[in-house]
């Protein structure tokens, strides 16, 4: 199903707005154009729409870093993770039509939580090109485009039932501005527990102890907190699945791959290791109640 096929003129999940004048967004065939016809942007062969010109983010995602994402999401190491946002969005809203994933990745937290929500579509956004590759065949009800969710959300404002944040970055403003009156933000961060058991040896970054308190000052001049929980469990990582964990995140930035390679032979692997994360729901305020 390409991107058009997902994005129909009428009805979700046409939530799509020009990033240049804000006019609505509709398909023209292997690109969408803004409704006054100034502006038209190029579905790539891939699959997914091209909104972000220019430079592209320096934290986007690199090929390898979404190679290795992949091969550690497949051996279904945060499968938890990803049942209990679906569960999650089954149960606060089960009507949703519409799903907006910010920071979308390869897919994989989207496709779970559309298999919950058998009625609804989802449109993932990302910096990397790489990611999107993957994101725009992740799932038959899903599309993807690129875009810096720290800008101006291309997206029409009051369209959204959901919206996900797995680790990325959070745009309180625009995600309250993209969502219904009675929507729901999931946000996903790393508890400070989180790959303990690597952090002094493989040089791993650690959870900023304050995290919750930068959560709580991004968000709650734009949305009412709701319950958080810790999800925490082990997992048995070989020595490939500590390549992948480390190669498709922050820290590949950080480490020579020779280095790794030589720090992960030294833990002498399969060994367990502690996953740990903070779910957190959050219910948008009603304008003016700031």
């Known amino acids: 199903m390409s991107f058009t096929d997902r994005c129909p003129q009428d009805g979700p999940p046409a939530l799509l707005i020009c990033p240049v004048c804000r006019a609505r967004l509709v398909p023209a065939g292997r690109a969408a154009r803004c409704a006054e016809g100034r502006h038209t942007f190029d579905i790539a062969r891939q699959g997914y729409l091209g909104l972000l010109t220019g430079r592209r983010a320096r934290s986007a995602d690199t090929a390898a870093m979404v190679r290795a994402r992949s091969a550690f999401l497949a051996g279904g190491h945060y499968a938890p993770l990803a049942r209990r946002l679906a569960g999650l969005a089954g149960a606060l809203c089960p009507d949703g039509r519409t799903v907006l994933d910010a920071g979308v990745g390869t897919g994989y937290y989207l496709s779970a939580v559309l298999d919950a929500l058998p009625g609804a579509v989802g449109l993932g956004l990302d910096t990397s090109p790489y990611a999107l590759r993957a994101a725009a065949r992740a799932h038959g009800r899903a599309a993807a485009a690129s875009w ?26 625009e995600f309250h501005r993209v969502l219904r009156p009675d929507g729901v933000l999931l946000v996903v961060t790393p508890a400070p527990r989180h790959l303990r058991e690597l952090q002094g040896r493989l040089g791993t970054l650690r959870v900023d102890p304050a995290k919750p308190r930068r959560l709580h000052s991004a968000l709650s001049g734009h949305f009412r907190p709701g319950d958080t929980e810790t999800l925490e469990y082990a997992v048995t990582l070989t020595a490939d699945d500590i390549d992948h964990l480390v190669s498709m995140g922050p820290t590949a930035h950080h480490i020579d791959a020779g280095e790794l390679h030589r720090r992960i032979a030294s833990l002498a692997p399969p060994r367990p290791v502690t996953v740990s994360f903070l779910v957190s729901v959050h219910r948008p305020r009603p304008l003016g109640a700031r």
């Open 148 to 173: 810096d969710v720290w800008r101006p959300l291309p997206v029409r404002t009051g369209s959204v039932d959901l919206v996900l944040n797995v680790f990325a970055p959070r745009n309180g403003g």
